[in-house]
């Protein structure tokens, strides 16, 4: 008896020292598993399912939504007083998006055009796409800008064009024909004899270009060879770089497309993105830990210097000419028409620019930008990047229609680009990197504790044993005497 107890003993002891070493091993090699199956399923392949999916069809829901700032009083403005807006909206359109043209490359990129489309959501709209607003007419104010250098009698030419053709400064019409285009003689009349002068040879509107149409011939990493890669892009319209800048900082195409990143980010990273709407790179920053139905997140926002200047912020400099910070002067890959992006409201933007508007009222919560990222896996989980379009505006002397106009940077119209996982994929996203990770932390500090355990009862049962053993002897001891 006292052999097999011993036996057990022994056993028990073996087990225990096993067990504990397991979970101890499991401590170490765990993460290492759990980044090894995050690599191997983030890898743009086909034969990643989900990921691949998620890549190609983004199957979350997408929104764009709209607000238009309806001046006040035109008449005034004309005048030479201060702009009086008010904000009109939201207009909410549900935003279709799907990769076509996929083409993969022996040296780990793939190519594809991505298409966008946008259909209006009135349910969750406040009003409806009839509704009319008053906005300044990009078509003659931003031309008139435009030819202020040309000579005086060029000047009353082109105002007697617009008399002609009655395109005065402001144009009021309804949000669909200001968004998806409305018809214009004068449109038509640039486009025959001045083809190339305006973006668009069809209706003109602020989004006609965007809808049923790609952002581009994007070549992007796939991350086989190299994870730290994955998404990011090699090249766009076949460009490394691009052309219509100053510096050859300010010209480089940095980052990703901006939809996903490469995994395992730090609170150091900088999440960096090609925006082919903005014409340039942009970058966000790390600005606080989150938390998104369970999931763990980190919150990337715009820093302050994004927009700012090239006084204020030396490295933007090729983005000039520059006017106030807090305004991206895009006229360059905006066929030269005096069009600027800023955050919405004006947004960390000079101060000045409000005293020249009425009507604004920035804050972050409604006007920041941000993306909240999943940082193990790059994966966004909820995403809003908000711009505001902007006319620079002024008097032009010979092209009668500007009147007395002050000088202004008058907003027209700002949108919200938002996105978030929800539903199944959520559902999956959050028990594959957030449940199965726990349930491994947990199982190796269990067989760890077990262990311990077990070692600890074999090791009370010994010393009990001997106890036991030391009582009898002394009992027979006693009894011998």
């Given amino acids: 008896i006292a052999m097999n107890k011993s036996k057990l003993a022994i056993g028990l002891l073996v087990v225990g020292t096993l067990t504990v070493v397991f979970g101890t091993v499991l401590v170490f090699v765990g993460p290492i598993i759990i980044d090894n199956q995050i690599v191997k399923n983030l890898v743009i392949d086909p034969k990643n399912e989900m990921s691949y999916t998620m890549w190609k069809d983004v199957p979350v829901p997408f929104f764009m939504t709209v607000y238009f700032f309806n001046v006040l009083n035109p008449t005034e403005v004309l005048a030479g007083e201060k702009p009086m807006v008010e904000q009109r909206g939201p207009y909410v359109y549900r935003k279709h998006i799907q990769k076509r043209n996929i083409t993969f490359h022996p040296n780990h990129t793939v190519s594809y055009l991505e298409y966008r489309s946008y259909f209006f959501e009135p349910s969750m709209s406040v009003g409806n796409e009839s509704d009319v607003v008053t906005i300044p007419n990009m078509l003659v104010l931003g031309a008139a800008v435009m030819m202020e250098n040309l000579p005086f009698a060029v000047r009353l030419m082109i105002s007697t064009t617009f008399k002609t053709f009655k395109e005065g400064p402001f144009l009021t019409k309804s949000v669909g024909k200001l968004m998806w285009g409305y018809d214009s003689k004068l449109v038509d009349f640039l486009n ?9 040879t069809g209706k003109f509107g602020l989004f006609a270009e965007f809808n049923n149409s790609n952002t581009g011939l994007f070549t992007i990493h796939t991350g086989k060879d190299d994870i730290r890669l994955i998404h990011k892009v090699d090249s766009w319209n076949g460009l490394t770089k691009l052309t219509n800048w100053k510096t050859p900082q300010c010209n480089m ?11 395992f980010i730090t609170k ?13 790179s942009l970058e966000m920053v790390y600005q606080r830990e989150g938390i998104m139905e369970g999931i763990p997140l980190y919150r990337y926002v715009a820093p302050k210097t994004l927009f700012a200047n090239g006084s204020d912020y030396a490295p933007n400099e090729g983005f000039c000419p520059c006017r106030q910070s807090g305004l991206l002067n895009v006229s360059s890959c905006r066929s030269n028409s005096p069009v600027f ?13 409000l005293d020249y508007v009425q009507g604004l009222q920035p804050t972050e919560d409604q006007h920041g930008l941000f993306i909240d990222i999943h940082p193990e896996t790059g ?4 995403v809003s990047i908000r711009l505001q379009l902007n006319l620079y505006m002024k008097k032009v002397s010979g092209i009668t229609e500007t009147g007395k106009i002050s000088e202004v940077m008058m ?8 996105g978030y996982i929800d539903g199944e994929i959520l559902t999956t996203f959050h028990t594959n990197l957030v449940l199965l990770p726990m349930v491994m932390v947990y199982m190796q500090y269990c067989f760890i504790v077990l262990g311990l355990a077990t070692i600890l009862g074999v090791v009370l049962l010994y010393y009990r044993n001997k106890v036991s053993k030391q009582s009898s002897y002394e009992v027979c001891s006693s009894l011998t005497e």
Avoid at 192 to 200: A, H, N
Avoid at 253 to 263: D, E, F, L, R
Avoid at 347 to 352: I, L
Wanted: negative net charge; proline residues 17%.
């Fill in 192 to 200: 025959k004899w001045l083809p190339g002068m305006l973006p668009s």
């Fill in 253 to 263: 195409i940095n980052g990703t497309a901006g939809q996903m990143w490469p995994p």
């Fill in 268 to 280: 150091e990273s900088t999440l960096p993105f090609y925006s082919p709407d903005a014409c340039r």
């Fill in 341 to 353: 992006i800023s955050h919405p409201h004006f947004y960390n933007a000079d101060p000045v620019l």
């Fill in 379 to 382: 994966v966004p989980l909820n």
């Fill in 411 to 418: 907003p027209m119209m700002w949108f919200e680009e938002n």
